[in-house]
């Protein structure tokens, strides 16, 4: 939200392993491994059916979950949504299907945690003493500030389950989250006032560039208010900018101008999708059910459906469409290329060598930019299983709500007239189609931080 340094990590599921932990997302969470192998198993075939169907590059796209919908309004000049600075300025997970969780940690925070992991080049040491003095004094005052947030982040995932509904922002304005509105605007201007000293020192030195890039991030002309209402009082944050808004895009795919139709195909009999081939070289476990149904009100897995080896699926999109995410003036790449080799303060080496901390990298300060969304309209499903699956399901499937296939959500009803979804027994086959009028991110473009 500010430009604090933070430094939170993602939870388990951020951790690249081959390991299956149980999903814990629901009220019926997945209770065996077997279960968790084949719920993983899905997530990466529907991966790999993206890249191939759509035509999306392994090399830089991330499948997303939970999945999130598009629907950011038009702001006035000078604004944005809070949901959409969350997204945009979330650093994405390092794993090719990633987790994106509101209350992460924000790229414009990386960038300036780096920019004062340089080292400032002087020949007085007096001002050298200084500026050591001052870095440590910005240390405190972050960590104070990282704790806090901490147990903010903890409260919001209590409160909301951690599915981003709200984001953590809007959270932050509603009744829940004001409580941690005043202790985190005083553990931020203690942060900002630290900060100010080191940087007027810097600018002091002779490195070259650290001065202006540091100055341009603090230039708040190059920042954005949040225009949602329960946000007024809240600080300017780091200007992103993206391709083209919600409400233009849907505007082009309706009048046959905008997208692209697509379509995704898999099954359960194909052999795992190898992630070694994508950016990240490889994928943390998911946590999030990629088969469950909405009966009642309520999320629940459907177990028959991963278990199924005869099953196949297929997905259509009416349009589907890259959209990029740009950072404003306050970020300069070309500075981040220039100190690919430091130099940097003691402690910090550009990948970690001799024990230090890495600077780039999967590990490192900087390590992952968000730079594009893979975003959908009004997908359609069908689902081909084996006799007894049909059976065990149809139950379910002639009072559901919603399906969820990986990231798509398709509201509806199984068997509804109005909506049109169908379970044809002669086949074994149920379809469907969503009635949201809204766009669906369903992954990211990245760029990995390697400036070497």
């Not at 065996?32 to 999306?56: F, S």
């Not at 100010?196 to 002309?221: C, F, Y």
Request: proline share 4%.
């Amino acid at each position: 939200m500010t430009e604090v340094l933070q430094q939170l990590e993602y939870n388990a599921a951020a951790i690249l392993t081959t390991e299956h932990p149980l999903a814990t997302t629901s009220e019926h969470p997945i209770t065996t491994p077997e279960a968790a192998v084949d719920n993983d198993k899905a997530w990466g075939h529907l991966y790999g059916a993206i890249t191939a169907g759509l035509g999306v590059d392994p090399s830089n796209f991330q499948l997303n979950y939970p999945f999130v919908t598009w629907d950011w309004p038009v702001t006035n000049l000078g604004y944005t949504s809070a949901a959409q600075y969350d997204f945009c300025s979330a650093v994405p997970q390092f794993s090719a299907t990633g987790a994106y969780t509101s209350a992460g940690t924000e790229f414009n925070d990386t960038y300036g945690q780096m920019l004062h992991v340089v080292a400032a080049d002087t020949s007085d040491p007096a001002l050298a003493e200084k500026i050591s003095q001052a870095r440590n004094a910005l240390n405190l005052a972050t960590n104070d500030y990282q704790n806090t947030y901490g147990q903010a982040r903890e409260a919001y995932v209590r409160e909301t389950g951690g599915n981003n509904v709200p984001t953590f922002t809007e959270w932050l304005g509603t009744y829940g989250g004001k409580a941690w509105v005043t202790q985190l605007a005083a553990a931020s201007s203690t942060v900002d006032s630290k900060k100010r000293v080191l940087d007027q020192l810097v600018s002091e030195t002779s490195t070259p560039g650290l001065s202006d890039a540091i100055a341009r991030l603090d230039n708040k002309d190059y920042y954005t208010k949040l225009q949602d209402t329960s946000l007024s009082g809240f600080p300017a944050v780091p200007g992103y900018s993206l391709g083209m808004d919600a409400t233009t895009w849907l505007q082009k795919v309706q009048a046959g101008t905008g997208g692209s139709s697509g379509e995704i195909s898999f099954s359960n009999s194909q052999s795992e999708y190898d992630y070694k081939k994508t950016w990240a070289g490889g994928s943390a476990s998911v946590g999030n059910f990629f088969w469950s149904v909405n009966v009642g009100g309520s999320w629940e897995r459907i177990d028959e459906f991963g278990a199924d080896n005869s099953l196949e699926v297929t997905v259509n999109f009416k349009a589907w469409d890259s959209i990029s995410i740009d950072a404003g003036r306050w970020y300069n790449g070309a500075f981040v290329r220039s100190v690919s080799e430091g130099p940097f303060v003691r402690g910090f080496s550009p990948g970690g060598e001799g024990g230090s901390k890495a600077v780039w990298g999967k590990d490192g300060i900087m390590g992952v930019q968000k730079v594009g969304m893979v975003v959908c309209y009004k997908p359609s499903f069908s689902i081909k299983v084996s006799n007894s699956t049909f059976s065990s399901f149809s139950e379910k499937w002639e009072v559901s709500a919603g399906l969820r296939i990986g990231p798509f959500s398709f509201s509806g009803g199984g068997g509804s007239t109005s909506s049109g979804w169908k379970a044809d027994k002669a086949t074994s086959t149920f379809t469907g189609e969503s009635t949201a009028e809204t766009a669906l991110i369903l992954g990211t473009n990245i760029a990995l931080i390697n400036p070497a």
